[in-house]
């Protein structure tokens, strides 16, 4: 048995983490559900139309549609779990509506990512090609007439 004067922290069988929301912290949750709602309404409709833009343009815009209509979904789930646990004091869903915004950003972290390299990527094939056409057309033995 260990005395209280020992420096071990007793044992816990699940770890918990307890929050008391003031008026401040309550209404910034419900400021937050808000948003999250709002965002995931914005990203399923401009998803919709990146989804019904393959018609006109290509694949890639219809994968881009889907992402986007996936974490609309995901935020507006977050943003009902978000008003339950207000409503319910349901730590559960709070737990819940906090990994549903942790899978937004991430997902939304990935994409700035992969957007980013896409960009080098283009400027890279850019800057490269600009080269070898710029050397191409000062070569001194080319003819511009026809």
């Given at each position: 048995?260990?005395?209280?004067?020992?420096?071990?922290?007793?044992?816990?069988?699940?770890?918990?983490?307890?929050?008391?929301?003031?008026?401040?912290?309550?209404?910034?949750?419900?400021?937050?559900?808000?948003?999250?709602?709002?965002?995931?309404?914005?990203?399923?409709?401009?998803?919709?139309?990146y989804a019904a833009s393959i018609i006109l343009l290509?694949?890639?815009?219809?994968?881009?549609?889907?992402?986007?209509?996936?974490?609309?979904?995901?935020?507006?789930?977050?943003?009902?779990?978000?008003?339950?646990?207000?409503?319910?004091?349901?730590?559960?869903?709070?737990?819940?509506?906090?990994?549903?915004?942790?899978?937004?950003?991430?997902?939304?972290?990935?994409?700035?990512?992969?957007?980013?390299?896409?960009?080098?990527?283009?400027?890279?094939?850019?800057?490269i090609f600009g080269i070898a056409l710029f050397d191409f057309f000062s070569d001194p033995g080319f003819d511009?007439?026809?």
């Amino acid at each position: 048995m260990s005395s209280p004067e020992s420096n071990h922290p007793p044992e816990i069988s699940e770890q918990s983490l307890h929050y008391k929301l003031d008026g401040v912290g309550q209404e910034t949750m419900s400021k937050l559900a808000g948003w999250s709602k709002f965002v995931g309404i914005m990203n399923i409709i401009f998803g919709v139309c990146y989804a019904a833009s393959i018609i006109l343009l290509s694949i890639p815009t219809f994968i881009m549609g889907v992402i986007l209509i996936i974490i609309g979904t995901k935020l507006l789930n977050a943003a009902g779990h978000l008003r339950y646990a207000l409503t319910m004091k349901d730590s559960n869903s709070f737990s819940h509506a906090l990994d549903q915004i942790r899978s937004f950003m991430a997902l939304t972290g990935i994409l700035y990512i992969i957007g980013i390299v896409a960009i080098v990527l283009v400027l890279s094939i850019v800057f490269i090609f600009g080269i070898a056409l710029f050397d191409f057309f000062s070569d001194p033995g080319f003819d511009y007439t026809i």
